[in-house]
């Protein structure tokens, strides 16, 4: 469906769009990139720059293929500019007013066979689609950020998109050197909708005075073998950006207990507290700030990873038992999406089944919180002694 040289449109010139336009012209692609603001497209331009110098300075290029990718990004200042493209990948602002009005803006200009894409985190391509004259056409193709660096791309189909189309922009991005997984057009799709428990669990655990941030990072780096622990990595996403996307993933989900935001995330986004980038978070980043210590207790730090583990498996248990992604699929997305050490089933299968379910049962019991509900999945495996590997296949991966 798509020629190797075909153009790309990219529309919003962002974080994201910039490093899905560099990510495309790195492929070979001619790209066309547009946005409202024309500071941000100067910015896309410097960031380009200093990206390919880079690449080249460490020898990952050459000088003139760095040049050749650099002449082959061009910004247009009309959305009229975009007509030529094959595909565009939209990443504007998480808006579903602002992203319907451009897909009907779109449709407009390009030709019939053009494929729409929307790199949107949670709302939904039905939805984005109904904007549409030809929703067989509109697809999610959500990058991770940053796009240059983050191997996985999951592929979202709507009810409406027409299978070829979705298997072409597949094949495509497979060809930019990305890992794709293909997932239901639900809120959060894969990755967004699994992670949710291991800030959503580790923040309980804060506010239960359980433990505090930095006893919590270190119990899931150190007993887990995760490379950030919550508080540092919701820091680093930015507590607008994950408070925003635990809202909408719990409110499009018809307010599912299991992912109620915390107030404390909330104090923070509402007091601007973002985390890195505004100097303050869950931690203090400003000049001379001490970090906090945590409390290297080996029970209490092990307890703590158990307890989130087990909440992270449940909902990866529960996603496929609703076939939101095939097992391979959730597995890679969770290794390639957000660096888990390994997938969740395998782990599930690691710890054992009745173990996980025994700390879910012990806790929904504890609680009396639905939030803590084991999967019916999870009940099914255990009662007939299944799991999801044959052992043979453990540790090989
Ligand atoms: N930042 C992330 O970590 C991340 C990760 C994956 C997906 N996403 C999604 O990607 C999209 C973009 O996010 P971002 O972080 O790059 O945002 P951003 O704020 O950095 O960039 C959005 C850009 O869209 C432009 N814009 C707004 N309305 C426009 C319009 N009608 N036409 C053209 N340009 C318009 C803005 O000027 C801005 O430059 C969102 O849907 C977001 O949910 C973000």
Known sequence: MFKSNCTIGIVGGGAMGAGIAQVAAIAGHTVFVYDVCEATLQKAVAGWQNSLNKLAEKNKLSKQHAIEILNRLLIKNNLADLSESQLIIEAVVEDIQVKQTLFTQLEKVVAPDCVLASNTSSLSIASIASACNNPQRVLGIHFFNPAILMPLVEIIPGIATDENCWQACRTLINSWGKTTVITKDTPGFIVNRIARSYYGESIRIYEEGIADFATIDWALKTFGGFKMGPFELM????????????????QQFFYEPRFKPSLTQKRLYEAHFFGRKSGRGYYNYQDNAAMPLPNKNETLGKEICNRVLC????????????????????????????????????????????????????????????????SILLKRMVAANQNFYEKSFWHKK
């Open 235 to 250: 820091d680093f996403i930015g507590n607008d950006v994950n408070y925003k996307v635990t809202e909408t993933v719990w």
């Open 311 to 374: 909440m992270l498996i449940n909902e990866a248990i529960d996603a496929y038992y609703l076939k939101l992604a095939t097992k391979e699929d959730l597995e890679i997305a969770m290794e390639k999406g957000v660096n888990y050490p390994k997938g969740l089933l395998m782990w599930a299968d690691e710890i054992g089944l009745p173990h996980v379910l025994h700390t879910l049962q012990s806790l929904y019991n504890d609680y009396g919180e639905d939030r803590y509900r084991p």
